[in-house]
Every structure is written in structure tokens, then in C-alpha cells.
């Protein structure tokens, strides 16, 4: 049974797949490290670490969310609490009525009865913004359906605004604005009106979900079966009073007598701007990630997993989320309890917290309102995300130590075994007795010991050629030379392979092999491979044989090989050739030439003086087109024939491409000596004539630029670009020519190039900014308008004379007159807003005469600056001539002032003709006529001659360029109105005042008139 079972394992032995001891050992640490890491991630699962983390960070931020809901909650119930407000305005209304001082049949219709009560009820209302955290309060006074109003009826009320509620009030109401309200109310109040203050709130009967509308018609239409605070409604959407930029949410309850007649609404504002500081979105996120949404839905519950909400007050810096198609947020829930939404491919985890607004049984009950907080999911699980990758790279970096441990063991113990292996194949190699190594282990060294003692019963005495192969399909000779006994082993055939008969008589010893072999390797050319080995070219008398002579020492033998590699050498020169040759001229190709050239360059003292030289094919096309392409192929084979025949040896010459030849001269001491060999070689193109089948003689003509070297560069991609550049010149102006490379007419050409591009990023950027000028009263000093000046930072591009000459030449006109425009108005509108200039004066925008706006860009200055188009003065340019189609469109454009000025008048298009037809309201004088004015009784006379032609028609005269005081001087003597010059005030980003000087001039020359 025992003998059963040994044999069995024998045969399992057997047949198990053989592998090597390096294998064995990493294959059982690997298992070993492989259950190991499964335990450690199946208890990293179990745990459920990152979960937790998960877990943990959503439920902080719906902490937070929920807080800060409370705090909103309490700041809307505040504000809604308008009760008794509501019943101190029905109880003077009431006395008012029973007085006979007002009439509800004519309250929302004339204004002294409505002023009397609207005066009456200012002191409640102010009362009221003051005692709540309110930016605004309004009262609108209606007694009619509104189904039956008209759209654009001015509707009687007061609306104040307090930007600031949480700073102490002024005592003097400096603090508050009037929106809306009457010119008897505002001087009743004596509180400043706004910028969009208007005496009266106009009806817009398609404004839903407004202040008056939806909460007058709920209560007028149900006669006021409620009470007033039922019918209380928030706006959903935000609003901007007409005129005003500020975005708004209001609470609003209609007035109701107490015999259920409805007279009008009371409510009040928040300001989005005011909510958004109750809203601070970095206590969700301290890198700002996170963002606050009071938000509403009518929705009862999610549509299929789907919650439309629509943003009414926005606090956050994502421009994803804050920018939400349409306002619209669609919630969906992730099936474990939390909500998301997914904006621009990036999904953002909410927390919905309820706002209380309504009563259950409210009529806007089914408005739901709602804080939401939201983040960015990567940025919210960022944390459990990263102790995610540090478990992993944990993992990673243990199994990768783990298995450069395991490999390094591995190899440590394999290491013996694989050296004796590697002795003992060695030795089966040379034929000797293996002399293994010690191993130090006692298994390995006992098994080594026993294979050397049975080698030893093995006798190698030498190594000698045994088989040669006479029917091989390569001619193979060989040698032996030993050098322990002196003999010499030597095929029949050796000798003959490499150009000797074989030698007769007595046998060669070593020495006498050695010297015949090294006069075989002097006579004939011998080269080495990379492998060290010998090539030998032999002379035979059927041709060329290439021999190939390998030798190895083994021991004390020499052991060498000669094989005819012939066929292989001629495959090799024929693919070489083919590689680095046209086919069609015998000439270099661009890749063999490139290389020959990277060769040459690369050995300076090679170089000496040298030319390249690229040349075009000047009729190629035109015989291909009339001749066929066997005739083209034909002049270009004339013309490699030329190029071969008349260049010196060692001349470059290749064909790049159909029709361009390179040829580098090299190795001069002169340019004179290279100039001649190029004059040889083109007129022997000249005087080569081929016979085409119309019988015409065809000469070879060639376009050529040279480059020299070093002269205009030592590179070779250098020399190329110039020489590719000299031959289009001649191309371009004279064929039939060879120039020389003029690196100042390549510079001109660079410049205007770069030029050119810079005027299409110029173009393509809107790539200018604009400084302003002030133009000045020469009356006052008072700034009454600013001229907008291009300027360009691009470094070709400097001047606006540039940029307007580039125009002309591109047609991009239109281009620049919509830049101009655009940009001059928006760079000024800025100002404005920021205060850095005057609000009243007028902006001077210079326009190209013959170029006008489309209808949709004229439109589009419109929407976006109609305050400014309303002041804008369009400055008729004096470089073109004016067309007059173009003038009607610019005078009829949306929104545009009218006002035209014509700019340099005396010089260019500006003259007489052009003031006719143009009939500006002002005339500017070029800085020509201004220049040295005080000293030229003829330049007075010319503007004495304008402003008596201009004032009467009520033009006013613009004087340009003053730059001295005896200049400002002059021509507000001569009755100049308006002032603009370097000596008043220079051009800037953001203009600055009228200097000190020419305020004093002014000031004395006014006071002299006075006088």
C-alpha cells in the first residue's frame, strides 16, 4: 500500500508543468500577500469608514442649513406682520371718508384726494420701516377691478426704500428714498427722491405674482370673505422698479374696509442685496464652495423623483448653481434620503429646510417656501474622498513593497542554484569539465559535487570544425588555429572565398596563416560592422565579392568564419541608394539631403565659405498642362542632368519636390569663388535646350535665392528659410533669376507681417482700450463732454493712424466702428458708474464718414447704453469721404442724440462742403489752424471766419490741440465756446481736472469781458 502511494506521488511529480525555484518561492509569498490583503480591505468594508465620513458631512451641512433657516424664518415673520399697520391705515381712511376729504369712487383717480390720505398715512408708514428690519414699505391706493384697467393707468401711492436697515436711522430721514410717490407728497415729506422716482405706480396688467395684482384681485374677487392677513402673499419671482437696477422681494396684504370694500394694498420690501448678508454662504464652506437659495415650488410632493423649484434670492459664489437655466432648480432625490441637483454635468448636494410663510388655510397656501443649501458633491465628500485614496494608496504602496520583498527573497534564494546552472551549461558549451561553486547550502553543494564527479568520466581534448556545409545556400570557409599545439585547420574553399588559390605543400603553422591573412586584408578595401566584424571587398573575376570575416578565441583556440554576403550587400547598397535618391534626377532626396547637411554643418572647417542655393522651376506646370506629364518629367530630368553635370565634386545637390532644387556650395574660401561656380552653373541651364513636339526650342528657366553661410546663419534650417524666402522674391518680381538673400528686406517683410497678424488679434479680441479727454467750457472751466481716444497695446500697433491704415487696406472699417463704438461706451459707462466722471457731460465718439452701423449692432448700443446714447455726440472723421446714405442711417439710429460733430475741420474731407451737408451741432478746428494761432494773423482770420458762420446757426466751435497758454489765450478771444488740448488736460484711463493755469486764464479773461 505504502509502495502504491510513493508511486502515485511519482507520477504526480511528473506530470506537474516544470518550473523554476525563483517561481515556487514568489509564488507562495504572493498567496500569502494576497490573503493578507484580503483581510485588510474585507475589514476596511465592514467598517464602512468613508461611509461614515459621508454620512457625517451631509448631516453638518443640514445642521447648518437648518439654523440658518430659523434665522430667516424669524426675519419673514417679521416682516409680514403688517396687522397693525393695516388697521391704523383703514382707521384713517375711515375718518378721511366719514369727513367727506375723500371718496373711494375717486381715491385711485384724483390726485388731491389721494394726497390727502397718502400724506396722512407717511407718518405710519415710517413709523413702521423703522420699527422693522425692512428695506421698503408701499401703499397703492385702488378701487376698481383690475380686469377692467386699463394697462399704463397711473395708480396713486407711496413706496420708500431704506438701503441700510441696520444702521441707526437719521433723525432728518437722510437715510430714505422715494421710489414712487407725488410731488406733493415728496414736499410734504421732504425725503430725497431716487434716481427712478416716478409720482405714480403705472398698471402693468401681465405682471403676475406682483405686488398688487395677485393680492388685490384674491381678496376683491372673493369679497373679502378673510380677513386682510390671509390674503397676505410674497412675491416668488424678484422684481426692479421701472428706473431702478435693484432686485426685490415683497410681502403684501390688501386694504379692506369694514364693510368688505377693497381700496388698495400695503406691503413691504427686502431687498435681495439686504437678504443676501442674512444668507452668508461661507458658513457652509470656508473655501466658498457652498451656496444659499430661499426657493419656491407649488409642486405637493416629488413628481417623479423630480422637485421644480424656482430661485427667488440667490447667496453664493458658484456661478453654476447661481446661474441655473431660467431660475428653475430641479431637486431629485438620491433614494437615501437626501436631495440633489445636477447643473452644467456637475452635481450638487441640497438640504430643502420649510419656511412658514402661509397659513394652511391661506389662499397661497399651495406656495411652498423652502432654504436650501447646497454643495458641490466632490467638495462636500471631499474628505471621506481623500481618507478613500490614502486607504488605497496605503493598499498600493504595501502590495508594492510587499512583492519587491517577496521578489528580492525570491531572488536571493534562487541566485545559487541558477549560478551552478549557468557553470554547468557553460561548460557543456566549451566541451570542458564544469568547475562549479559552493553554495553554502549543504543540499545544493552535495548535489554539485556528485555532477562534477560524473563529468569527469567525460574526455574534451579540443574543439575542431566537424560539419562544414558544402550545400549551403551562402558559400561558408573556416579556420582553426591552435595555439597550445601550433596547428592549423583550414577548409578547402577558405582561400578561394577571398580572392587566393589555395595553398599547396606543407601544412601552415599559425604564424605563416596570420601574415597570408593580414596581406589578403592590405590589398583589399576592408571595413568593420558595428558587431566588430570584417567586410572585404574582393576583386573576382565575375565582379565584386563582398566577404564577411567573423573570428572568437575559445581558450587556446581561434576559431574564424568567412561567408560570401554578396546578395545581402547589393540588396543593402540598392535599398540605400533607392532611400536617399530621386528616382526621376539621381539626385538627393530631401531626407539624405537634410542628413548630409546636418553632417556638413556640424564640422564648421568643412564649411569654409559656403552658398545655398533654392531654386523653383519656373514652366513645369504650363509644359505639364500642354505637354503631358512625360514631358514635364522630362525638363526635370534635363534639369537634375545640369545640375550634375556643372557643380563641382562635392557639391550638394538634391530635389525636394516637384519643382524645387536645393544646391549647397561648400567649402570656399570667397564668395566670389562660390558666385562663379553658380554663374557656370546657371548659364549652362540657360543654353540647355530641349526639343518639344510643337518643334520650340525649351531652355531650362529657374527661379533662385541664395543664403550664405556664415554670413546669414550658421544652421542649416536657417540658410533654408532664407534661401526659400530670396527665391520668392524673384518669383514674385522677375522670374528667370537668382538673387542673393537682403536680410533688411526680410526684416520689412517680418515687420509688415506681424503687423498684419496683430491686426487680426486686434480684430478678433476687440484688443484696445480707450483714455477720455475733457472738452471744457471756455466760459466756465466746467467740463461739459470727454472725447474717447483708441489706444492699442500691441507693440506694431501703437498708433490709431495704424490700425485706421491697416483698416482701409483689410476692409474691416466696419470692424473698428462697431469696436468703437461698443468699447468707448462700455469703458465710459464704467466711469460713470464709478463716479470718475461728470454725469451731465456729453461723450464724443469718433465715427468713420463712410462707414454705419447694422440695424441689430445699433440696436444692441441701445438696449445695453440708452442713457449714454441719449449724450453720445458722434464725431464725423475727416480720413474718408462722407456717404451720405450712411449719414441718414447713423442720424435715425435707436436711441441715438442727433448730435453730430465734425472733427479736424480745415483739413482732409472736413471743409466747406462737408459742414453743408453734415450741419453739425459742433465744429472742431483742426490742430493745424490752432497751432501758433497767437502768432498767425491769418489762422485768427480763418477761425474769426468759422465761429461767425457757426453762431448763428447755433453750432458751437470746438477748438482742438491748444497746448499754450498764449493759444487759450486766442481763441477764446475769438469766441471759441469750448476747449480741449494737453495745456487744459491730458488723455487718461480715467480723466482728470482742468489744470490750474487755464483755469486762471479763463477766470481773467471773463472777468476783463465783464469789465
Known amino acids: 500500500m505504502f509502495d502504491a502511494w510513493k508511486e502515485r506521488q511519482r507520477q504526480r511529480l511528473k506530470n506537474r508543468p516544470e518550473r523554476t525555484v525563483f517561481y515556487n518561492i514568489f509564488a507562495t509569498m504572493m498567496l500569502v500577500l494576497a490573503v493578507e490583503l484580503l483581510m485588510a480591505v474585507a475589514s476596511i468594508l465592514a467598517v464602512n469608514v468613508t461611509g461614515q465620513l459621508d454620512e457625517n458631512a451631509k448631516d453638518l451641512l443640514t445642521m447648518r442649513v437648518r439654523n440658518r433657516a430659523s434665522y430667516v424664518q424669524e426675519i419673514l415673520r417679521n416682516a409680514e406682520d403688517l396687522e397693525q399697520l393695516s388697521e391704523q391705515i383703514t382707521a384713517t381712511t375711515q375718518q378721511l371718508l366719514k369727513s367727506g376729504d375723500i371718496s373711494l369712487?375717486?381715491?385711485?383717480?384724483?390726485?388731491e384726494q389721494s394726497d390727502a390720505l397718502l400724506v396722512?398715512?407717511?407718518?405710519?408708514?415710517?413709523?413702521?420701516?423703522?420699527?422693522?428690519?425692512?428695506?421698503?414699505?408701499?401703499?397703492?391706493?385702488?378701487?376698481?377691478?383690475?380686469?377692467?384697467?386699463?394697462?399704463?393707468?397711473k395708480m396713486p401711492?407711496?413706496?420708500?426704500?431704506?438701503?441700510?436697515?441696520?444702521?441707526?436711522?437719521?433723525?432728518?430721514?437722510?437715510?430714505?428714498?422715494?421710489?414712487?410717490?407725488?410731488?406733493?407728497?415728496?414736499?410734504?415729506?421732504?425725503?430725497?427722491?431716487?434716481?427712478?422716482?416716478?409720482?405714480?405706480?403705472?398698471?402693468?396688467?401681465?405682471?403676475?405674482?406682483?405686488?398688487?395684482?395677485?393680492?388685490?384681485?384674491?381678496?376683491?374677487?372673493?369679497?373679502?370673505?378673510?380677513?386682510?392677513?390671509?390674503?397676505?402673499?410674497?412675491?416668488?419671482?424678484?422684481?426692479?422698479?421701472?428706473?431702478?437696477?435693484?432686485?426685490?422681494?415683497?410681502?403684501?396684504?390688501?386694504?379692506?374696509?369694514?364693510?368688505?370694500?377693497?381700496?388698495?394694498?400695503?406691503?413691504?420690501?427686502?431687498?435681495?442685496?439686504?437678504?443676501q448678508t442674512k444668507l452668508p454662504f461661507t458658513e457652509l464652506d470656508e473655501d466658498k464652495a457652498g451656496t444659499y437659495f430661499i426657493v419656491t415650488t407649488t409642486d405637493d410632493a416629488l413628481t417623479d423623483d423630480v422637485l421644480s423649484l424656482r430661485k427667488t434670492v440667490t447667496s453664493g459664489e458658484d456661478l453654476v448653481t447661481a446661474d441655473a437655466p431660467l431660475g428653475v432648480l430641479n431637486c431629485r432625490s438620491n433614494g437615501t434620503g437626501g436631495n440633489w441637483v445636477e447643473l452644467n454635468d456637475k452635481r450638487y448636494y441640497m438640504v430643502l429646510e420649510p419656511l412658514q410663510v402661509y397659513n394652511r388655510n391661506a389662499p397661497f397656501a399651495a406656495e411652498k417656501w423652502f432654504l436650501a443649501g447646497t454643495m458641490e458633491q466632490s467638495v462636500l465628500l471631499a474628505f471621506s474622498d481623500r481618507v478613500r485614496e490614502l486607504l488605497l494608496a496605503t493598499i498600493v504602496v504595501?502590495?508594492?513593497?510587499?512583492?519587491?520583498?517577496?521578489?528580492?527573497?525570491?531572488?536571493?534564494?534562487?541566485?545559487?542554484?541558477?549560478?551552478?546552472?549557468?557553470?554547468?551549461?557553460?561548460?557543456?558549451?566549451?566541451?570542458?569539465?564544469?568547475?562549479?561553486?559552493?553554495?553554502?547550502?549543504?543540499?545544493?553543494?552535495?548535489?554539485?559535487?556528485?555532477?562534477?564527479?560524473?563529468?569527469?568520466?567525460?574526455?574534451?581534448?579540443?574543439?575542431?570544425?566537424?560539419?562544414?556545409?558544402?550545400m549551403a545556400s551562402v558559400e561558408i570557409g573556416g579556420y582553426e588555429l591552435r595555439t597550445d599545439t601550433g596547428s592549423v585547420f583550414v577548409t578547402d574553399n577558405f582561400f578561394p572565398l577571398l580572392g587566393m588559390p589555395k595553398i599547396q605543400g606543407k601544412p601552415l603553422s599559425v604564424r605563416r596563416f596570420e601574415e597570408v591573412l593580414k596581406d589578403i586584408r592590405e590589398k583589399n578595401p576592408c571595413a568593420r560592422t558595428a558587431e566588430g566584424d570584417e567586410l572585404l571587398t574582393i576583386q573576382q573575376p565575375d565582379g565584386v565579392r563582398y566577404i564577411m570575416l567573423r573570428s572568437t578565441i575559445e581558450g587556446h583556440a581561434k576559431i574564424g568564419l568567412a561567408e560570401d554576403v554578396t546578395a545581402a550587400v547589393l540588396e543593402r547598397k540598392r535599398i540605400e541608394h533607392e532611400?536617399?535618391?530621386?528616382?526621376l534626377t539621381g539626385l538627393y532626396n530631401r531626407q539624405a539631403f537634410n542628413r548630409v547637411c546636418t553632417e556638413l554643418f556640424a564640422a564648421p572647417e568643412r564649411m569654409g565659405v559656403a552658398a545655398l542655393m533654392m531654386m523653383d522651376l519656373d514652366n513645369l506646370k504650363h509644359i505639364n498642362d500642354t505637354y503631358g506629364h512625360d514631358w514635364g518629367d522630362q525638363y526635370i530630368r534635363r534639369t537634375g542632368q545640369c545640375l550634375r553635370d556643372n557643380t563641382p565634386a562635392g557639391?550638394?545637390?538634391?530635389?525636394?519636390?516637384?519643382?524645387?532644387?536645393?544646391?549647397?556650395?561648400?567649402?570656399?574660401?570667397?564668395?566670389d569663388a562660390v558666385r562663379e561656380k553658380i554663374d557656370r552653373l546657371t548659364n549652362a541651364m540657360q543654353q540647355s535646350v530641349a526639343l518639344l513636339p510643337s518643334g520650340n526650342a525649351l531652355h531650362i528657366s529657374l527661379s533662385g535665392g541664395i543664403a550664405w553661410y556664415p554670413d546669414d546663419g550658421q544652421d542649416w534650417e536657417t540658410l533654408k528659410k532664407y534661401a526659400d524666402f530670396?527665391?520668392?522674391?524673384?518669383?514674385?518680381?522677375?522670374?528667370?533669376?537668382?538673387?542673393?538673400?537682403?536680410?533688411?528686406?526680410?526684416?520689412?517683410?517680418?515687420?509688415?507681417?506681424?503687423?498684419?497678424?496683430?491686426?487680426?488679434q486686434l480684430l478678433s479680441n476687440a484688443q484696445v482700450f480707450y483714455c477720455f479727454q475733457p472738452i471744457f467750457s471756455a466760459r466756465s472751466g466746467r467740463v461739459v463732454a470727454y472725447e474717447a481716444l483708441?489706444?492699442?497695446?500691441?507693440?506694431?500697433?501703437?498708433?490709431?493712424?495704424?490700425?485706421?491704415?491697416?483698416?482701409r487696406e483689410q476692409g474691416a472699417l466696419y470692424e473698428i466702428e462697431r469696436i468703437t463704438f461698443t468699447k468707448a461706451l462700455e469703458t465710459f459707462d464704467s466711469l460713470c458708474r464709478a463716479g470718475s466722471v461728470s454725469e451731465e457731460a456729453m461723450l464724443f465718439v469718433n465715427s468713420i464718414a463712410n462707414t454705419c452701423l447694422s440695424h441689430e449692432d445699433g440696436k444692441y448700443i441701445n438696449n445695453h447704453w440708452h442713457e449714454l446714447c441719449h449724450r453720445m455726440v458722434v464725431e464725423i472723421t475727416e480720413e474718408e469721404a462722407i456717404d451720405y446714405e450712411a449719414l441718414e442711417k447713423k442720424r435715425n439710429a435707436p436711441g441715438f442724440s442727433g448730435m453730430f460733430a465734425l472733427d479736424d475741420y480745415g483739413s482732409g474731407y472736413s471743409n466747406e462742403n462737408t459742414l453743408l451737408q453734415l450741419a453739425p451741432r459742433f465744429i472742431k478746428v483742426d490742430i493745424a489752424i490752432i497751432r501758433g494761432i497767437d502768432t498767425s494773423p491769418d489762422k485768427q482770420q480763418i477761425l474769426r471766419n468759422v465761429v461767425a458762420y457757426a453762431h448763428p446757426r447755433s453750432m458751437k466751435i470746438v477748438a482742438e490741440g491748444v497746448e499754450t497758454a498764449a493759444e487759450l489765450r486766442t481763441v477764446i478771444e475769438l469766441g471759441t465756446d469750448l476747449l480741449q488740448g494737453y495745456f487744459l488736460a491730458r488723455p487718461a484711463i480715467v480723466p482728470g481736472d482742468i489744470a490750474p493755469e487755464a483755469v486762471a486764464i479763463i477766470r481773467e479773461l471773463q472777468r476783463q469781458k465783464k469789465d
Not at 106 to 111: A, F, I, K
Not at 244 to 258: E, G, V
Not at 651 to 671: I, M, N, P, Q
Request: with cysteine; charged share 25%.
Open 790 to 807: 483708441m489706444r492699442s497695446d500691441l507693440p506694431t500697433l501703437r498708433s490709431p493712424a495704424t490700425i485706421m491704415k491697416l483698416a
Open 651 to 671: 557639391t550638394v545637390c538634391a530635389r525636394l519636390s516637384g519643382d524645387e532644387f536645393l544646391v549647397l556650395f561648400h567649402g570656399y574660401r570667397s564668395r
Open 398 to 470: 504595501t502590495l508594492v513593497l510587499s512583492v519587491l520583498g517577496s521578489l528580492l527573497v525570491s531572488a536571493r534564494l534562487a541566485s545559487p542554484i541558477n549560478h551552478l546552472y549557468r557553470e554547468v551549461i557553460d561548460a557543456q558549451e566549451k566541451k570542458t569539465f564544469p568547475h562549479l561553486s559552493r553554495t553554502a547550502i549543504r543540499e545544493v553543494d552535495r548535489f554539485a559535487e556528485t555532477i562534477t564527479e560524473l563529468n569527469k568520466e567525460l574526455v574534451t581534448n579540443s574543439t575542431k570544425f566537424l560539419r562544414i556545409m558544402d
Open 726 to 760: 530670396a527665391m520668392y522674391q524673384v518669383k514674385h518680381a522677375d522670374k528667370g533669376r537668382v538673387e542673393e538673400f537682403d536680410i533688411g528686406v526680410y526684416n520689412r517683410e517680418a515687420y509688415a507681417e506681424r503687423t498684419r497678424r496683430e491686426f487680426r
Open 579 to 583: 532611400r536617399d535618391h530621386d528616382i
Open 105 to 111: 369712487d375717486t381715491l385711485d383717480n384724483s390726485s
Open 120 to 153: 396722512a398715512l407717511a407718518p405710519q408708514l415710517l413709523d413702521t420701516l423703522r420699527t422693522k428690519q425692512v428695506t421698503g414699505i408701499f401703499i397703492m391706493l385702488n378701487t376698481h377691478d383690475l380686469d377692467t384697467c386699463e394697462v399704463g393707468k
Open 157 to 275: 401711492g407711496i413706496y420708500l426704500r431704506d438701503l441700510d436697515p441696520d444702521a441707526r436711522p437719521s433723525e432728518r430721514n437722510s437715510d430714505l428714498l422715494l421710489e414712487r410717490a407725488s410731488a406733493t407728497v415728496v414736499k410734504e415729506l421732504a425725503i430725497g427722491t431716487d434716481k427712478g422716482w416716478q409720482p405714480a405706480f403705472p398698471y402693468q396688467a401681465n405682471t403676475k405674482g406682483g405686488i398688487l395684482r395677485t393680492v388685490f384681485q384674491a381678496a376683491y374677487k372673493s369679497g373679502a370673505s378673510l380677513s386682510a392677513e390671509n390674503y397676505g402673499h410674497w412675491t416668488t419671482n424678484s422684481y426692479c422698479l421701472a428706473g431702478d437696477d435693484r432686485n426685490a422681494i415683497a410681502y403684501s396684504l390688501p386694504l379692506i374696509l369694514p364693510d368688505g370694500t377693497v381700496y388698495g394694498v400695503v406691503g413691504v420690501e427686502l431687498l435681495t442685496d439686504y437678504l
